[in-house]
């Protein structure tokens, strides 16, 4: 593949996403960042100043930004997207996290929408071929009386071409996998559209019964053979889906069905396990 000639800077700008927010609430107070250490840490620290449901905080750069596990996410200026999004849902706690699998759908979709070819690997990787496009870190940021913010930090290899030494085999880009340059600023609006579609439906029901079946259609775990990996131990088995709760389903060997809730899981084929 050619080199892919990148206008830098010209299409992403606050100016620029704000002229094409179409929602209603989801990014009507946006906070633009040309670099910060992390978009999840600078959510964490505004949740104390109590802002609006919804607000965005965008970077064209982070120098920390931080991944699942304690990982780090690699946040290069001028390519991708990095942002994170605060909502006050009214909904118990224990619920909310599931949110991070309805966040995980609304992008996928909305990058479908434009045809790429996305698939999800559970909980909320955005995956295409095997290799990994975005990742979603969601946070919990505790108020008083069993309050709570939630931040849902999203990353998406957008217009990057080249990748540090560890990530070249599994990472992807839009721009690697399309051929093509792609506006920043475009896709960030269409994205939010499509999540706030997404959470309003899932601010009604709070499960993922509005869901489950888009979600498990673009389930890249589904019917494959999948290593689960317990502080108690691993195990081998077929992911079967995904319950309301976002759970994986994984039948064993012994045919009985485990629902995995936050164990690291391994699809045979998509990077990790071979
Ligand atoms: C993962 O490990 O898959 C999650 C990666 C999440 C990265 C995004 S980039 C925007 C936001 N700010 C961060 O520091 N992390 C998230």
Redesign the pocket.
């Given at each position: 593949m050619g080199r892919i000639e990148i206008n830098h800077s010209a299409d992403f700008s606050a100016e620029r996403i704000r002229q094409g927010i179409a929602g209603q609430w989801l990014g009507r107070n946006l906070i633009w960042k040309e670099t910060t250490e992390?978009?999840?840490?600078d959510a964490a620290l505004l949740a104390g100043e109590k802002p609006v449901h919804g607000t965005v905080i965008v970077a064209d750069c982070?120098t920390?930004?931080?991944?699942?596990?304690g990982?780090s996410?690699t946040?290069p200026a001028g390519v991708n997207l990095?942002?994170?999004i605060l909502m006050k849902p009214e909904m118990e706690t224990d619920k909310i996290s599931t949110i991070t699998l309805v966040t995980a759908l609304a992008v996928a979709e909305a990058l479908r929408e434009k045809e790429v070819d996305v698939q999800i690997k559970w909980p909320n990787?955005i995956v295409i071929h095997g290799r990994?496009l975005a990742?979603?870190?969601t946070e919990l940021k505790l108020l008083e009386k069993k309050k709570a913010y939630v931040i849902t930090?999203?990353?998406i290899n957008v217009n990057q071409t080249e990748f540090p030494e560890d990530l070249q085999e599994n990472a992807v880009s839009l721009a690697l996998e399309t051929g093509r340059n792609w506006n920043r600023s475009i896709l960030l609006c269409d994205i939010l559209k499509r999540l706030e579609e997404r959470y309003d439906r899932f601010f009604e029901t709070g499960d993922l019964s509005f869901c489950l079946k888009e979600y498990e259609a673009l389930l890249a775990n589904r019917g494959r053979n999948v290593m689960v990996m317990e502080p108690s131990g691993a195990y081998a088995g077929v992911a079967l889906g995904i319950d309301e709760r976002g759970r994986l389903l994984v039948q064993r060997e012994d045919g009985t069905v485990a629902s995995v809730y936050a164990g690291e899981v391994s699809v045979r084929g998509i990077y990790g396990y071979v």
């Open positions: 992390s978009t999840n840490r982070q920390g930004g931080k991944g699942r596990r990982r996410w946040s990095y942002f994170s990787d990994k990742g979603i870190l930090g999203i990353g």
